[in-house]
Nanobody, 125 residues
Framework: QVQPVESGGGLVQAGDSLRLSCTVS????????MGWFRQVPGKGREFVAVIRHSGDTTDYADSVEGRFTISRDNAKNTSYLQMNSLKPEDTGVYYC??????????????????WGQGTQVTVSS
């Protein structure tokens, strides 16, 4: 069974950095795009970032462009979300996501079949 597993959340102050990690087992990691969504208090889940299976193409939500970086290490079956210059409005539960179809990438329109349990990120002002 494909199950993304997130780690790295926590409580930080505004302006700090945090790195989230996501591992996926049960299939060939390097064949699938990886992404991140977040659920902000009072809002629905929103797209954050996505990276193509090869790692050479990415897309970001406007709200995080220039502050967050998505990357992957296919040899370690791990995807990362480096978050810099964090703001209180970045507070939320962050979910690692991945499609069910190999070699499929549609930037922020990518449809993700598998979701992790989420990791809490809290940014205090």
């Amino acid at each position: 069974q494909v199950q993304p597993v997130e780690s790295g959340g926590g409580l930080v102050q505004a302006g700090d950095s945090l790195r989230l990690s996501c591992t996926v087992s049960g299939r060939t990691f390097g064949n699938y795009s990886m992404g991140w969504f977040r659920q902000v208090p009072g809002k629905g889940r929103e797209f954050v970032a996505v990276i193509r299976h090869s790692g050479d193409t990415t897309d970001y939500a406007d709200s995080v462009e220039g502050r967050f970086t998505i990357s992957r290490d296919n040899a370690k079956n791990t995807s990362y979300l480096q978050m810099n210059s964090l703001k209180p409005e970045d507070t939320g539960v962050y979910y690692c996501v991945t499609p069910g179809i190999p070699f499929y990438y549609a930037a922020r329109k990518t449809i993700f079949a598998h979701w992790g349990q989420g990791t809490q990120v809290t940014v205090s002002s």
